[in-house]
């Protein structure tokens, strides 16, 4: 189970860059539910060489591949609310380098993930 725990919380922060990474890039270039298909095709082209896209792209390959790694040992029921992990750390580190509100609702919903995450984690090793 140790192995699991390192490995997932390796994983889910990797994600979580990448999610953060991604959500900042694309702020930058804009809203493309307003544009026209022409607008889409050049925000897709600048997609390809900003830098918080290519970085946030590589780390959810990372994400990826350590989620793998995991399933080849773990059971899935054990596995998968681990993920659940990025949501409070998205919470955290949104607010912070995006400036976006997280309502005390939202923050009531983060604290019942990680007590869920938690009693699945500690049921695996019953």
């Known amino acids: 189970m140790f192995k699991t725990v390192v ?3 390796a994983a889910v922060t990797a994600g ?3 999610d953060l990474l991604l959500a900042s890039g694309m702020k930058e270039l804009g ?3 307003t544009m026209n298909l022409r607008g889409i095709m050049r925000v897709a082209v600048q997609a390809l060489t900003t830098p918080k896209l290519v970085f946030g792209t590589a780390m959810l390959a990372v994400f990826f591949f350590l989620w793998l790694a995991v399933l080849s040992w773990e059971d899935l029921s054990v596995a998968l609310p681990m993920q659940a ?3 409070i750390l998205v919470a955290f580190l949104s607010q912070y380098f995006l400036h976006e509100v997280v309502s005390p ?3 009531a919903g983060t604290v019942l993930v ?3 995450v938690i009693m699945i ?3 695996s090793g019953a």
């Open 105 to 107: 609702l939202r923050w």
């Open 121 to 123: 984690t500690k049921s």
């Open 114 to 116: 990680a007590v869920g």
């Open 7 to 9: 490995v997932m919380l």
């Open 85 to 87: 992990l990025n949501y």
């Open 31 to 33: 809203d493309i539910s």
């Open 16 to 18: 979580t860059i990448g």
